[in-house]
């Protein structure tokens, strides 16, 4: 859960920097590599959004992850969902 929750951040932040980058940059398309045949490498802003992601404050990310840490996770009807249980055994 914390991993899918640090994932999806980390993508959010990215997409808004991709967003401000083709925004300044004048770019009127913006793909993924998976999504294209070829572009020539001066249109590849990968740099230029990991070096913008290196630059936030990831204190902030991880103080989220532990607060999550410390919350139940909820079914679709709002109750706790019980992840493993301890056992004990009567002699």
Do not use: C, F
């Amino acid at each position: 859960r914390s991993q899918e929750y640090a994932s999806s951040v980390i993508l959010g932040q990215a997409n808004t920097i991709l967003k401000d980058i083709s925004d300044k940059g004048g770019y009127d398309l913006v793909m993924t590599s998976n999504q294209m045949v070829y572009a020539k490498p001066k249109y590849d802003l990968t740099d230029q959004v990991i070096q913008k992601l290196n630059m936030l404050d990831s204190a902030e990310i991880v103080k989220k992850l532990k607060d999550l840490e410390n919350q139940p996770l909820l079914g679709p009807d709002g109750k706790p969902i019980v992840t493993h249980q301890a056992v004990s055994a009567k002699n």
